[in-house]
């Protein structure tokens, strides 16, 4: 079964500044995609970016952008330009399968990070 | 109207209670999906279903069973409520296509046990 893992548990960052978060994964399978889900106090889960594991382009999204080392299988998101309306809890998740999955489009999930953004 | 729709956001109940959360959606996917959300665990998946006619455990199917009435509807009962049951409970759908079969969530239901 699929295992993704975030580690750190909180961080911190200053507005206008840049953060990493990390993620790793551990699979047997070549072909899946990666996501990561922002949850603001709101609660609600909100899709940040995704990228295809058969895709060697780093996925981009405005200030949002991944590292994603598929052989290290890390999948880590950047945030540019921190703002204040990022603060939230982040989640990495794995799809197994690919475009057709199937059987397999259910996520697993990490355990989340907490991110606080300082003014 | 938001896409994915839960009902209700928030309830308190008693052990031993049969309670039904509902999740409604209007994006025209055929698959469906009840996670719970736990402090410290990240979501884990309960039940999904891929159209009418399928339902299919998660990890933790346990304690609850599903509904899906129709393809825009999907329930979610606890029989006989107990404490551990108690978290945020999620709906979601996706579609099944060529791009990468996203996930869409609902708001949210935030379900305490006493």
């Known amino acids: 079964a699929q295992t993704v893992t975030q580690s750190q548990p909180e961080m911190s960052v200053q507005e206008a500044e840049t953060v990493t978060l990390s993620c790793t994964y551990d699979?047997?399978?070549?072909?899946?995609?990666l996501f990561w889900y922002k949850q603001p106090p709101s609660r609600q889960m909100i899709l940040v970016i995704r990228?295809?594991?058969?895709?060697?382009q780093n996925a981009t999204e405005n200030r949002f952008s991944v590292n994603f080392q598929k052989a290290a299988k890390s999948f880590s998101l950047k945030i540019s330009d921190s703002q204040l309306g990022d603060a939230a809890m982040y989640f990495c998740a794995y799809r197994s399968g690919g475009a057709w999955a199937g059987a397999n489009s259910k996520l697993t999930f990490g355990k989340g990070i907490t991110l606080s953004v300082r003014p | 109207d938001a896409d994915v729709t839960q009902t209700p956001r928030n309830r308190i109940t008693k052990t031993g209670k049969r309670i039904m959360l509902e999740c409604s959606q209007t994006k025209g996917h055929d698959r469906m999906y009840w996670y719970r959300q736990d402090p410290g665990l990240g979501l884990r998946l309960i039940y999904y279903?891929?159209?009418?006619?399928?339902?299919n455990k998660g990890e933790i199917s346990d304690g609850y069973s599903v509904s899906r009435q129709a393809q825009a509807k999907f329930s979610l009962s606890l029989e006989s409520a107990i404490p551990n049951q108690t978290a945020l409970y999620f709906c979601?759908?996706?579609?099944?296509?060529?791009?990468?079969?996203?996930?869409?969530f609902g708001p949210g239901t935030r379900l305490t046990v006493l």
């Open positions: 979601a759908t996706s579609d099944l296509g060529p791009a990468t079969d996203t996930q869409y």
């Open positions: 279903s891929f159209d009418v006619k399928d339902i």
């Open positions: 990228q295809e594991a058969y895709k060697q």
């Open positions: 699979t047997s399978e070549s072909d899946y995609y």
